[in-house]
């Protein structure tokens, strides 16, 4: 992505108002294992949020609630004030912008591209499903590759990209809508640490230049603490918020904040809160 980092540097979005909110929500699957229970949660406008936990703890599980990947068994998820919209309703939200919803783009932990279409393919996918023909997309795929580094790669196939080439692809695609709010499960657990840290530069440099709001599921204190402007801590069993940590949004988030005693000493806080959280699970 050195194309956007060449470019001046904009200024982090502010966190504003509430985007989108989780009261009471809670989710027991068939299998009789209750997922959450009595989760509030907002997520508010501009944030860069993660959700941190021990596996198991229901972050995926409350990302795909946001989503309407599935439904709640109980509580209500608000977006934008608009108070119980069903699944069906929030699945819609991905997928371009419409008046006065935030799309909502999905990164999953695995890049999940087809192999048999090459990289502007992949990427056309959410507005070919949409409707949005090749030639009619082709301004906003190429956008979205120049955001994560990819324009050069357009007519690669997945076999030839990297695992974090092959990543920045599933961003791109989840990009393509210009959704204003970004859930990412997970997305660089399979990543070697130097392409991990990055991929985490570039990704901050895409959420200031596109002003969205990200909710990001880690299992990693020092992750979240780079990324973040605030984390929620869950415990298990079941799964809840059981601590939540802000972060100062004016911080650089570079190699000296990596190394910097603030950087460790947040660290060691996030790190406490989340082995109380365990010893509460
Ligand atoms: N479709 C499902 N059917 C039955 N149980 C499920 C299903 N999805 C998740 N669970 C269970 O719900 C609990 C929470 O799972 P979830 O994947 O949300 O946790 P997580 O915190 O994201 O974990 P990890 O970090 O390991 O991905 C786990 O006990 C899991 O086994």
């Known amino acids: 992505m050195t194309a956007i980092l060449q470019q001046p540097r904009p200024a982090a979005p502010a966190a504003g108002a509430p985007l989108l909110s989780l009261a009471g929500v809670g989710k027991r699957f068939g299998n009789q294992v209750t997922a959450l229970d009595g989760l509030d949660m907002e997520v508010r406008r501009g944030e860069f949020l993660s959700l941190l936990g021990p596996s198991g703890c229901g972050k995926s599980t409350a990302l795909r609630l946001i989503a309407g990947l599935a439904e709640p068994t109980s509580g209500r998820i608000a977006f934008n004030g608009n108070d119980g919209l069903a699944a069906g309703k929030r699945r819609r939200l991905i997928g371009p912008a419409s008046a006065g919803h935030p799309a909502i783009g999905f990164v999953f932990q695995e890049p999940t591209l087809m192999p048999w279409a090459s990289v502007f393919g992949n990427v056309h996918l959410p507005l070919k499903l949409a409707g949005t023909g090749r030639r009619e997309a082709e301004p906003a795929i190429m956008e979205a ?20 080439m092959k990543m920045r ?38 959420w200031r230049q596109l002003n969205c709001t990200i909710v990001f599921v880690t299992h990693s204190v020092f992750e979240s603490v780079y990324l973040s402007t605030r984390i929620l801590v869950f415990r298990a ?26 950087y460790a000493a947040l660290c060691r806080q996030t790190s406490t809160a989340l082995a109380a959280a365990m010893n509460a699970g």
């Open 145 to 164: 590759l120049e955001l994560v580094g990819l324009d050069g790669f357009r007519d690669a196939y997945p076999r030839e990209l990297s695992g974090g």
């Open 169 to 206: 692809v599933s961003i791109a695609r989840a990009l393509v809508t210009k959704p204003r709010l970004l859930l990412m499960d997970e997305p660089f657990a399979a990543l070697d640490e130097i392409t991990r840290f990055k991929l985490n530069n570039d990704l901050l440099q895409v």
């Open 237 to 262: 069993r079941p799964g809840r918020i059981a601590a939540e940590l802000a972060i100062d949004p004016a911080l650089e988030r570079d190699e000296a904040f990596r190394t910097s005693p603030e």
